[in-house]
């Protein structure tokens, strides 16, 4: 078990870390939402597994914690693209 807590805590770790630094260096603030949203929601979802199979949080509050992370990494990005393209129309 804590072969696949350690798996999915540097795969989450580095998917992060990836996705942070792609943002860094995108061209815009679109294409940097892109990188944050898909790389954060699934790294972050890793991590909390990690933490289930590390027995740091129950199979419930894992469950939660993914199901937030997955409908609201998005959510957020999908507002801050429209209000950045609104904003760019006026």
Request: charged letters at 10%; proline letters at 1%.
């Amino acid at each position: 078990m804590r072969v696949f807590a350690f798996f999915f805590f540097f795969s989450g770790c580095f998917l992060v870390l990836i996705g942070t630094l792609r943002a860094v260096s995108a061209h815009g603030i679109v294409q940097a939402l892109h990188f944050l949203g898909a790389s954060d929601t699934v790294g972050l979802s890793l991590l909390a597994l990690s933490a289930f199979f590390f027995g740091l949080v129950s199979l419930l509050e894992m469950l939660v914690l993914m199901g937030i992370l997955v409908v609201s990494g998005p959510v957020v990005s999908h507002v801050i693209a429209r209000a950045f393209l609104s904003s760019r129309r006026r």
